[in-house]
Structure formats: C-alpha cells, structure tokens
C-alpha cells in the first residue's frame, strides 16, 4: 500500500513537473500566436486561420488557403489587437503554408526545434489565446520530404479549429503549422514542418507562380540582388500597378543599384513623361556610366524633338560596345528629322553594313527602309537590290504593297520586264484593286504593248466604270495602235469623268 502510495506521489509530482514546464513557456509563447482574417477587395471576408510569428519584425507564417483571392488580410495579436499584413514574402500551395510580413515594429516570435521528436511522442498544440489550453498530441509518424523538412502525422481528437497553430515539443520549441485533416471526424492531425514555412522567401521568378498571382497583396522584393533585378525584369510584362509597385519597392530596397531608376525611366518613357525618364536614366548613369544608359538617353532625347542633341550621343558610341545596326538606325532618323537627307542614307549603308551574308531576318526591317530612302532619292536601281534582299529573307510574308513598290523602283530604274512581272505579282494578290491595274496599263503602253494595255483596261472599266483612268489608258491604247476613232470616244468619257490629261490627247489625235 505504502509502495503504491509512493507511485501516486511520483506520478503527481512528475506531472506538476511537466506543467511547470510548460507554464514556463507557453506564456510567452502564446504572445507569438495570432488569429488572422483575408478580405477580398470589396471587403467581403474570405477566411479566417491562425498564425505565429517567427521573426522579430513582423515576420509570420500561416496556412496558404485563406489568401487565395485576397486583397487586404489582417492579425488579432494575443492582447486583441490588429495589424495589417503588410507584403508577402513567400508561399507554397501543396503544403498550404504562407509566409508574410505585418506592419508592426517588434513581434515576439517563436524559437524553431532543431531536433525532431521520435514516434510516440507527447507533443502540443497551442491555439489563439491558449496558455491555459494547450493540447496535448503524440507523434505517430514523421516523413521528410523536399530532403531536409519533416511532415508530422499526430493522434488529435481537438474539436477546435487548430489549423495555423504551432506543433511545440516540451520544451517549448515550434515544430511544426497544423494543416487541415483529410476530412470530417479525421482523427488524426498532420503539420508541416516549421522550418520549410521558415524559409519560403520570393525569388525573381515568383511573380510567375500561381500560388502568389492568386494572392493580391503587396508581393516583397526579393532580398539578394540578383533576384530582385529578375524580379525587375518579369515585372516589365505585368500589369502596370504591379510594374510600378516593384520599381518602387527595389529602389527603396536597393538605393544605389542603377537597374530601378533605368526600368522607371523605361515606364515614364512609356507613357510620355520624358522629363521624368531623362531624369532616372541620368541617376542610372551616374551611379554607373555604361554606353547602354547613354544610348537610352539618345532615345528619350529624340522622342523630345533634341534631334541634334541625341545624334551627338548616338555619335559619341559609334566606336562603343554598344555599337549596332539599331545605334545607326537611330542616328540616320536623328538626320532624316533634320533633313539631311545625305547623311541619313550614308548612315542607312552603316547600319546595313553591320550584317554579314547570307543575311538573316533581323536585316529585314532596315533593308526596307533603306529602300524607301533610295527610292525616295531617285537611286531606283539600289532601291530595287535592297528589296531583292527582302524578298528573299520574307518571301512567305510579302503583300501586295511590296510589290508595287518594287515595281515603282522598277520603273523608275527602267527595268521594265521585272516591274511588269511585279505589277502582275500585287494584281494577283490584290485582285479588287483598281488602281494596280492603272498602273499596269500605263506600264503597258510606255512599252508599247498596247494589245495587252487594251486588254488591261477593259477589265479596268469593267471593274469600275466610273473610274477615269480606264477609258484614259483603253483610248490612249487604241490611238497609238491607229484606232483613233474608238480610241478619241474612250478618251472623251475620260473627259467627262474628269480626267484632266484627256482633252490634250484628244487634241494630239484627232
């Protein structure tokens, strides 16, 4: 009996032992623990979860789930009140965890285990508000996964909503974030480990992940460099809320770091604030004087009218790294603007001239401009080399246009034969067009194929009767092969559709 008493005792005082231990931590620990709340953007509640700190500020973790579609979430600290979630700084879907930052200035956080338990482990869970309700579980399995975490399965009959909560050992320690159970009545509890929760942080590439599109609060800029600068640059094709948010937040963030005064001088450039871009490509220069920054400044300068000026910067990096057929494309249309015409085609031939054959594709804008400015220059038969050249490099995406430029170039270098041919080529492309037929008939009696000329304006005038040009071409055709009679008659209705040059034709033939 005496023995049996003596158990009694060991076992009491063993038990007041253990909860002295615990009395020893769970106040503080309980002041790590907070309830939480999402809200969509219309302030409409979405879901409400618990969570703990685990830095000293503002630091937290939580389940992932209630911040699906969230604008605005909020934590009720121990003492009631409530702190704004300030920007996330990390999720993950699969194991519904989510890290995120609070706008407070200090926060009691947890002490994370470094040791984890073995099975049949007696462990707790703390809820909001419970230092005076812990409850108690026993490990029944551990697993680890992504190699160096540990997911927990426990035995928990809790009623309570315990999901966010802290998984502590006995002393105190944080193990693990509860995670929903599998279904109703489950009666076993699972939580992931709290140091993968830890850790979760945003990368460059986290604007691109689901889980954090879904989120619709304030996304943290990552904390190494060259991640925020990725981060920078996926931000460029996001929308422009989120593209301004991120340049903001790196430049507070990274100060003294060139990239987010470029990319905001990209953004004002973009929506014509060009004093604003010339400001920030300015500060981007000197706090790293590269040539690209300068060659961006000769754009902003060019999009203000500074012809002059951005031809000197382009000028000034002509011998420069960033030396290229678009640095001399720049410059010729700096020129153009200014009306040199010399000088802009002098600096077309460079620009052209930083290619080697065979050409590829990415020589294919600028021979086209070329072009123009030769054809434009009366140099037809280089004209008509350049667009040789572009044909062959876009020959599946040629229209009818290209053509009948070609077939200006043509005329106008006398090569009468290919401009017929390409005449013919935008007909067969653009077969409503009128006016291609026009032009085909006048080519035709200039080379004194008045057979086909005839033949050509028929159809013209079938097309469209009313069109002066037919009769013009079909009277002037059949004149010139000796048909004056009929040839006279077409060129009076020309007359009285308007056409002006027919009445001088009239009087030379009759």
């Not at 994370?112 to 409850?135: D, F, I, M, Q, R």
Request: net charge negative; with cysteine.
């Amino acid at each position: 009996m005496k023995q049996f008493s003596c158990t009694i005792i060991l076992f009491l005082c063993f038990g007041l032992t253990v909860m002295a231990g615990q009395q020893s931590w769970t106040k503080k620990l309980s002041k790590a623990v907070f309830t939480l709340k999402t809200f969509s953007a219309d302030g409409e509640l979405l879901g409400s979860t618990s969570g703990f700190f685990v830095g000293e500020h503002g630091e937290a973790v939580s389940s992932y789930a209630p911040f699906k579609s969230a604008a605005k979430a909020v934590v009720i600290d121990e003492a009631g009140k409530e702190w704004d979630v300030e920007k996330i700084l990390g999720a993950n879907e699969t194991y519904d965890v989510i890290k995120f930052r609070v706008a407070i200035k200090k926060s009691q956080s947890v002490e994370l285990a470094t040791v984890n338990p073995t099975v049949n482990t007696n462990c707790w869970v703390l809820p909001y508000k419970g230092a005076k309700s812990l409850v108690q579980t026993t490990i029944l399995k551990t697993e680890k996964f992504n190699t160096d975490y540990t997911y927990f399965t426990m035995s928990l009959r809790s009623s309570l909503d315990l999901v966010g909560c802290p998984l502590v050992d006995e002393t105190g320690k944080v193990l693990g974030l509860i995670q929903p159970k599998n279904s109703e009545g489950d009666t076993l509890a699972y939580a992931v480990g709290a140091p993968f929760a830890e850790q979760l942080k945003m990368t460059g590439l986290s604007l691109n992940d689901p889980a954090l599109r879904a989120v619709h609060i304030k996304k943290a800029i990552p904390e190494d460099l060259n991640q925020a600068q990725l981060m920078l640059l996926i931000a460029a094709s996001q929308d422009s809320l989120t593209c301004t948010t991120i340049i903001s937040d790196f430049l507070s963030q990274f100060p003294k770091e060139p990239d987010g005064y470029v990319s905001r001088a990209q953004q004002s450039y973009s929506y014509g604030r060009y004093d604003e871009a010339l400001q920030d490509i300015n500060k981007a220069y000197e706090l790293s004087p590269q040539p690209n920054y300068l060659y961006q400044k000769g754009t902003i300068l060019f999009a203000q009218d500074k012809y002059a000026e951005a031809y000197d910067l382009y000028q000034s990096l002509f011998d420069s790294p960033v030396r290229s057929a678009e640095l001399f494309y720049m410059a010729s249309q700096c020129k153009a603007k200014q009306n040199d015409s010399i000088a802009q085609q002098a600096l077309l031939d460079s620009c052209v001239a930083q290619f080697s054959r065979p050409l590829l594709k990415e020589v294919a804008p600028y021979l086209l401009v070329r072009a123009e400015v030769r054809l434009n220059a009366k140099r037809y038969r280089d004209a008509v080399v350049d667009l040789n050249d572009y044909e062959q490099l876009m020959k599946t995406q040629l229209n009818d246009n290209f053509y009948y430029i070609r077939y200006q170039a043509e005329v106008g270098g006398r090569l009468f034969q290919q401009a017929l041919n390409d005449i013919e080529k935008a007909i067969e492309l653009a077969p409503q067009n009128e006016f291609y037929y026009a032009e085909k008939a006048l080519l035709l009696v200039r080379v004194g194929m008045y057979d086909e000329a005839i033949t050509t304006s028929k159809t013209l005038v079938q097309m469209q009767p009313t069109y002066s040009d037919g009769y013009l071409f079909l009277g002037l055709s059949q004149c010139l092969k000796g048909d004056k009679a009929e040839g006279i008659a077409n060129l009076q209705k020309a007359k009285e559709l308007g056409d002006t040059q027919a009445e001088g034709f009239i009087q030379k033939y009759q």
